[in-house]
């Protein structure tokens, strides 16, 4: 709900609208939501360079962590 708060107090207005039976989008909230989406597959049909030696670089799993400092991090 804290990320709720912040999200309504950083639009034009709110974009999620609070009641006791739980919560849904507004109108605003839909609007940013469709722009959002449509952002996401542009971005996401856009060839990004560099991509392929990125995720080539990239471990299947992570390495364990190799000291106690690390493990308090």
């Known amino acids: 709900w804290l990320l709720v708060d912040?999200?309504?107090r950083?639009?034009?207005?709110?974009l999620v609208?609070?009641?006791s039976g739980g919560a849904r989008l507004t109108e605003l909230g839909v609007d940013i939501l469709?722009?959002?989406?449509?952002?996401?597959?542009?971005?996401g049909d856009a060839?990004?360079?560099g991509e392929?030696?990125?995720?080539?670089?990239?471990?299947d799993?992570?390495?364990p962590?190799?000291?106690?400092t690390a493990q308090s991090l």
């Open 6 to 8: 912040v999200m309504n």
């Open 10 to 14: 950083c639009w034009a207005g709110p």
């Open 17 to 19: 609208s609070t009641h």
């Open 34 to 43: 469709s722009h959002y989406r449509a952002l996401q597959r542009a971005v």
């Open 47 to 49: 060839a990004v360079p």
């Open 52 to 59: 392929e030696a990125l995720t080539a670089l990239l471990r």
């Open 61 to 63: 799993v992570p390495l």
């Open 65 to 68: 962590i190799q000291s106690e």
